[in-house]
């Protein structure tokens, strides 16, 4: 596997994975509440992350789309794309409050610090990694994905696999383990789209250092990535049901049960996966800001980060309630208008798009 699509795959895994997938409390909502069931459902979510991942690297080399601004004119035009700037722009910001805020959280409630140090460590962190722009950004998710990565798989595996009470069959009654209500397989396409608005930002800063083949391939092997530690997880978090809907960290309750250090643990993977939400969030604000400005990206920056302070002493809990849904109904107008137009473009050439995209992933290039 080549450098850069491991770059990429860790760019499109420091996006997905937040506070939310970390938490355990995402893949509760979307996929633990269907029961057995929901582990179809990871695995589609699986399957449509690297789709979805190749399918816009793929948009973006073909159009010569460096940053999500122009991928959004090139979906819906010089009309509309400022709309859904507008309002992405405005997700960016309150999702960089979200994220100072469950640092707060996490070092007021399970360090037993103030939630103020939590808040400010996040900040000084983002900004000395993204300090240096698009290669600090990219910089910091070689460097913290694969240890969030790893760090996460190996607490998750041990749960799953080798702690106690493991079998599904054992924890939860006949009707969890086989629910009779909701659908799966809309839970898992709708995930998928609630994550894809983030994963926009950040894949597409890749099309500038990546060749064709580089950048959809590394999507490709970042969503397949995503889906594993999502299963993994789920299998995890499957035995304490029903009793783990009641927390607001499952994976915390998870890696409690294993050990002390476990939980220590993973109270660190916990915090890194804010960190690179933060991170994505922060650069993909400040750099529009610096374009719609014309003040230098580090002013920029700056100006971003502490703006998000005050709304950062907010509650966690509230600011996830609200951004989260309006942000996941952005990312399903923009998944669905990037199939269209993906669609439509193969009509027109005749299949000869798919063709050249065949054939150049074959030359690995």
């Known amino acids: 596997m080549k450098r850069n699509d491991l770059a990429v795959a860790w760019g499109y895994m420091g996006a997905v994975i937040g506070a939310g997938f970390v938490s355990g409390q995402e893949l509760v909502q979307f996929f633990v ?4 069931l929901g582990s179809w459902g990871v695995i589609v979510a699986g ?38 700037d507008s309002l992405l722009a405005v997700f960016l910001f309150l999702g960089i409050c979200t994220m ?29 990694f993204l300090l240096a722009g698009r290669k600090g950004m990219i910089s910091s998710f070689n460097l913290l994905v694969p240890l969030k990565f790893l760090l996460l798989l190996s607490v998750a595996g041990y749960a799953a696999f080798l702690g106690e009470g493991i079998s599904p069959s054992s924890a939860m009654p006949d009707h969890l383990i086989n629910p009779s209500v909701g659908n799966w397989l809309l839970a898992s396409v709708l995930y998928v789209a609630y994550n894809f608005s983030l994963a926009m930002v950040v894949l597409a800063e890749y099309q500038a250092i990546t060749s064709f083949g580089e950048g959809v391939r590394g999507a490709f092997i ?121 669609v439509v473009d193969l009509i027109k050439s005749g299949f000869h798009s798919l063709y050249g995209i065949v054939t150049r992933l074959q030359k690995g290039g």
């Open 222 to 342: 970042g969503g397949l990535l995503l889906g594993l530690v999502a299963l993994v997880s789920f299998y995890a978090l499957l035995p304490g049901m029903p009793a783990i809907v009641h927390y607001e960290i499952p994976m915390l309750f998870v890696a409690g049960n294993i050990s002390t250090h476990a939980k220590t643990l993973y109270m660190a993977v916990l915090w890194i996966g804010i960190l690179t939400t933060a991170i994505a969030n922060t650069y993909g604000f400040a750099q529009r800001l610096s374009a719609f400005s014309d003040l230098s990206y580090n002013l920029c920056l700056f100006i971003t980060a502490t703006m998000a302070l005050p709304l950062a002493f907010q509650s966690f809990a509230f600011l996830v309630g609200t951004v989260y849904p309006l942000l996941g109904i952005l990312g399903i107008v923009i998944l669905v208008v990037l199939v269209y137009k993906f």
């Open 33 to 36: 509440n269907y029961g057995i």
């Open 100 to 128: 100072f805020a469950a640092s707060g959280a996490v070092f007021y409630e399970h360090i037993n610090q103030s939630k103020t140090f939590g808040v400010v460590l996040a900040y000084v962190t983002v900004l000395i």
């Open 47 to 84: 399957a449509l992350f690297a789709s979805c991942g190749g399918l816009l690297m793929s948009w973006a080399h073909a159009h010569h789309l460096d940053h999500y601004q122009s991928v959004l004119k090139s979906l819906f035009g010089q009309r509309y794309s400022g709309i859904i």
